[in-house]
């Protein structure tokens, strides 16, 4: 298995040959629950399986590591400061989603969210590739997309005439 996919299953996130083994890791990182699991055929060990958990402590892997892979949890908030303090819990920040009807609200969590981008209405894979990525934090430092790689990979130089 890559390891990739090791540490996606670590974290109880089943895969075809460890399916079953998928309640059992996550009851050893604090009782959490797996609210669905949509398998996916494949070859062995190729293809995880989306998977969504509930009940999981504040300290919990999932909520606090930076985790590829089809896998998400269901955190109960009360409000929109309390769901800015959990997020910015951890030492990554690449991206966030924010789904409300409550613009301002959203306007000013992202002055808040300490993260590279936030998504309003739309979930953290949403990408253009004139988009800007990257995060802060742990999750690196820098842009990805167009423009930097442009003067990632040109050389500035400077010309002076003096005509005098």
């Known amino acids: 298995m890559r390891p990739e996919a090791e540490r996606v299953v670590r974290y109880g996130v089943p895969c075809q040959r460890t399916r079953s083994s998928a309640d059992r890791h996550a009851d050893a990182f ?3 629950r797996r609210r669905s699991d949509s398998a996916r055929r494949g070859r062995a060990g190729t293809r995880m399986s989306p998977t969504v958990f509930e009940g999981l402590p504040d300290e919990h892997p999932l909520l606090v590591d930076e985790i590829y892979g089809p896998v998400t949890a269901l955190v109960p908030c009360d409000g929109m400061t309390d769901a800015i303090s959990l997020a910015n819990n ?11 009807r409550a613009l301002d609200s959203a306007r000013a969590a ?18 253009l590739d004139s988009m800007p ?10 842009r990805e997309g167009v423009r930097f790689s442009m003067r990632a990979m040109s050389e500035t130089k400077v010309v002076c005439f003096n005509h005098g």
Do not use: C, H, W
């Open 90 to 100: 951890s030492p990554f920040g690449l991206q966030t989603g924010i789904f409300t």
């Open 110 to 127: 992202i002055e808040e969210l300490e993260v590279g981008a936030v998504m309003i209405n739309d979930s953290t894979d949403y990408r």
């Open 30 to 32: 604090g009782n959490g």
């Open 133 to 142: 990525f990257g995060g802060v934090k742990a999750s690196g430092s820098g």
